[in-house]
């Protein structure tokens, strides 16, 4: 119910930030990669182009949803 969208709707709105940012720094990567400083490219791709932290925090929101899920089913059918 109402615990299930807040939880889906934070993740979307976080993912959607996150994504933004992240594309703006793509771009530039590209921009510093296409003007030959490719030590910098390289620094900005390494850095800040990771998807470790995304990854690890969409696996957290589905195991939060998984939980919520399977508390509501409980409730329901005692």
Same mark, same amino acid.
């Given at each position: 119910?109402?615990?299930?969208?807040?939880?889906?709707?934070?993740?979307?709105?976080?993912?959607?930030?996150?994504?933004?940012?992240?594309?703006?720094?793509?771009?530039? *990567?590209?921009? $510093?990669?296409?003007?030959?400083? =490719? #030590?910098?490219?390289? %620094?900005?791709?390494?850095?800040?182009?990771?998807?470790?932290?995304?990854?690890?925090?969409? *696996?957290?929101? $589905?195991?939060?949803?998984?939980? =919520? #899920?399977?508390?509501? %089913?409980?409730?329901?059918?005692?």
């Amino acid at each position: 119910g109402e615990a299930f969208g807040a939880v889906l709707t934070d993740y979307s709105d976080q993912a959607s930030a996150t994504g933004k940012a992240r594309n703006q720094l793509y771009a530039l *990567e590209k921009k $510093h990669r296409e003007g030959g400083r =490719i #030590a910098k490219a390289d %620094h900005i791709r390494l850095c800040n182009l990771g998807r470790v932290k995304m990854d690890a925090r969409k *696996e957290r929101t $589905h195991q939060r949803l998984r939980t =919520i #899920a399977f508390q509501s %089913h409980g409730q329901k059918a005692g």
